[in-house]
T-cell receptor
Framework: DSGVTQTPKHLITATGQRVTLRCSPR?????VYWYQQSLDQGLQFLIQ???????AKGNILERFSAQQFPDLHSELNLSSLELGDSALYFC?????????????FGPGTRLTVL | AQKVTQAQTEISVVEKEDVTLDCVYE???????LFWYKQPPSGELVFLIR??????QNEISGRYSWNFQKSTSSFNFTITASQVVDSAVYFC????????????FGQGTELSVKP
């Protein structure tokens, strides 16, 4: 158990809908990262928050947004969903901001868009 | 540009064989970190090792060992006397010190260890 929790574990929805994925980092970790794992794109970094502020952005679509709340939990919002958004979404946390810190991954949320 | 290449898509071995998973990386930074993660069939990502760019010492942990060579930009992972429980997808990843910690992953190598 990494100490990172993600809910829900599975999500099935329809095209055009909006969903929210939730992540609670390990106790003491200030950085939260979101990654997307799909068969065609592999594991891709989406976005990083550190202590409530956005710090790095990857290949995140404009339809996707995220935030980190004062209690450090984070939410990833996906809107106007398309079939291609079906993927496993991971949240990870680390203690620091810069590269080099070990990232602990949550169990993932499997999103299926029908 | 940052890039991680794992040329081996799938490897199949018989239990007790040794197996090496290759990882080649590209970066312009002088300070960077390399990682290996394991993704068993259950789907979670499990941290195995981290190496910084200034430490080229090889590391051994039980049946696992890692060979870091800056001259060839490689960070290979060897499992000695493989076991069925080693069956998983293994990812090599790179992070650069000034890039906020994001991990750039390779495509992964699926290792199948047969009894």
């Amino acid at each position: 158990d990494s100490g990172v929790t993600q809910t829900p574990k599975h999500l099935i929805t329809a095209t055009g809908q909006r969903v929210t994925l939730r992540c609670s980092p390990r106790s003491g970790d200030l950085s939260v990262y979101w990654y997307q794992q799909s068969l065609d794109q592999g594991l891709q970094f989406l976005i990083q928050y550190y202590n409530g502020e956005e710090r790095a952005k990857g290949n995140i679509l404009e339809r996707f947004s995220a935030q980190q709340f004062p209690d450090l939990h984070s939410e990833l919002n996906l809107s106007s969903l398309e079939l291609g958004d079906s993927a496993l979404y991971f949240c990870a946390s680390s203690v620091g901001l810069a590269g080099g810190h070990e990232q602990f991954f949550g169990p993932g949320t499997r999103l299926t868009v029908l | 540009a940052q890039k991680v290449t794992q040329a081996q898509t799938e490897i199949s071995v018989v239990e007790k064989e040794d197996v090496t998973l290759d990882c080649v990386y590209e970066t312009r930074d002088t300070t960077y970190y390399l990682f290996w993660y394991k993704q068993p069939p259950s789907g979670e990502l499990v941290f195995l090792i981290r190496r910084n760019s200034f430490d080229e010492q090889n590391e051994i942990s039980g049946r696992y060992s890692w060979n870091f060579q800056k001259s060839t930009s490689s960070f290979n992972f060897t499992i000695t006397a493989s076991q069925v429980v080693d069956s998983a997808v293994y990812f090599c990843a790179l992070s650069e010190y000034n890039q906020g910690g994001k991990l750039i992953f390779g495509q992964g190598t699926e290792l199948s260890v047969k009894p």
